[in-house]
């Protein structure tokens, strides 16, 4: 059971550099989300979406854009990368009707 | 949205003692998770909460939610050092499973 895979596990970037972070669940879940942690201050909501097709905003979703383009991928673009987006990046995954949020092992970035 | 207050911040208590971490809201409660995190790893899903009064329990670590479904508490019976790590609440925001979570309680267990 793979469970949510994100991809890379590490990744150092430039600033003003691009990237995407990779998210797949393997559960055919329809919620998904995008999550930053940094220190002291807990995990706080990037996007998130309710289906294919479907993304709206959470908490701070400056400088990042998501596409769902279908149910298992959910991949997370920093357009141009800035050192405050250095952080520790989740990908969750959750059914419909279920009670467990999944989570993925975390993407550490860091932006120099 | 909601706030949510953990505490202690961080925790230290020798091996074999018990121990309760502290989840307080800012407005009613209508889902909360408790994860635990070790440092380099994801979150690993512990309990979920969603009546006032319920309680639920996993070897040695049981979960409640207050009547009033605006506290929860974490309570670990005789620690052991596999018990340390981050504790994480997270409170179910509604529409997508979106949560917001505390600032998490380090915890550490000596041998």
Known sequence: NAGVTQTPKFQVLKTGQSMTLQCAQDMNHEYMSWYRQDPGMGLRLIHYSVGAGITDQGEVPNGYNVSRSTTEDFPLRLLSAAPSQTSVYFCASSQLLGNTIYFGEGSWLTVV | ?111
């Open chain 2, 1 to 111: 949205s909601q706030e949510l207050e953990q505490s202690p911040q961080s925790l230290i208590v020798q091996e074999g003692k018990n121990l309760t971490i502290n989840c307080t809201s800012s407005k009613t409660l209508y889902g909360l998770y408790w994860y635990k995190q070790k440092y380099g790893e994801g979150l690993i899903f512990l309990m979920m909460l969603q009546k006032g009064g319920e309680e639920k329990s996993h070897e040695k670590i049981t979960a409640k939610l207050d009547e009033k479904k605006q506290q929860s508490s974490l309570h670990i019976t005789a620690s052991q050092p596999s018990h340390a790590g981050i504790y994480l609440c997270g409170a179910d925001e509604g529409s997508a499973r979106q949560l917001t979570f505390g600032s998490g309680t380090q915890l550490t267990v000596l041998p």
